[in-house]
Every structure is written in C-alpha cells, then in structure tokens.
Nanobody, 125 residues
Framework: QVQLVESGGGLVQTGGSLRLSCAAS????????MGWFRQAPGKDREFVAA????????YYTDSVKGRFTVSRDNAKNTVYLQMNSLKPEDTAVYYC??????????????????WGQGTQVTVSS
C-alpha cells in the first residue's frame, strides 16, 4: 500500500498549462503502475493516463493525447501529469492512483487500490 498526495492544481485560462504532481510514500514505489483519473461534477471518474512501473510505457485517453504527458521519477517517488493546451472540458478533480505492478491498459478505476485526495483543475473559457 502507498499513500498518495497530489498537488499543482489551480485555475488556468483556455490554452494554458499546469503540471500536477503526485508524491508517494513507501519504498516500493518503483514497483507500482501509476494512473491519473479525473472526475467532473455529476460525472463518473474517468481514466486520463497511466505509466508503467519502470516508466517506459504510457497510455492516454484519446481526449488528452498530444496535450498531456505522464512521467515519473522513481528516485523521488513522484509521478507527474503535464497538461498543455487546456480546455474548459478538462475541468475536474484530478486524482492519482497506484496499483502494484499490472497492465497499464486496464483503465477501470476499481483496479487501483490506492488513491490520493485529488486536486482541482479549473479551466476558464
């Protein structure tokens, strides 16, 4: 089990950028597949991006491809989500999640046991 704390959310105008960070506790962070999810008001939590334990493989939902980049620094126990060209429809609470090993193509949030508290991202038009 890992404890996760997100940061970096905020208010930004359309076309702007934000970088979210997710700091993890524990000595086995490098063994965890990490995911980013988001949840807008009145909507289900949806998959955004995932990165494999070693950082070599990534996967994105279609709506963010080419705009968002997920990365990780295992020496710092941190995963990042760089978000560029933000749109109002990106407005949501963003969560990071951890799963011990596992396939990055499993997009079901129920497959991730550990979650952060979330950070709000608001994109104004």
């Amino acid at each position: 089990q890992v404890q996760l704390v997100e940061s970096g959310g905020g208010l930004v105008q359309t076309g702007g950028s934000l970088r979210l960070s997710c700091a993890a506790s524990g000595r086995t962070f490098s063994s965890y597949t990490m995911g980013w999810f988001r949840q807008a008001p009145g909507k289900d939590r949806e998959f955004v991006a995932a990165i494999s334990a070693g950082g070599l493989n990534t996967y994105y939902t279609d709506s963010v491809k080419g705009r968002f980049t997920v990365s990780r620094d295992n020496a710092k126990n941190t995963v990042y989500l760089q978000m560029n060209s933000l749109k109002p429809e990106d407005t949501a609470v963003y969560y990071c999640a951890a799963r011990f090993s596992g396939n990055i193509y499993n997009l079901d949030p129920r497959s991730y046991p550990d979650w952060g508290q979330g950070t709000q991202v608001t994109v104004s038009s």
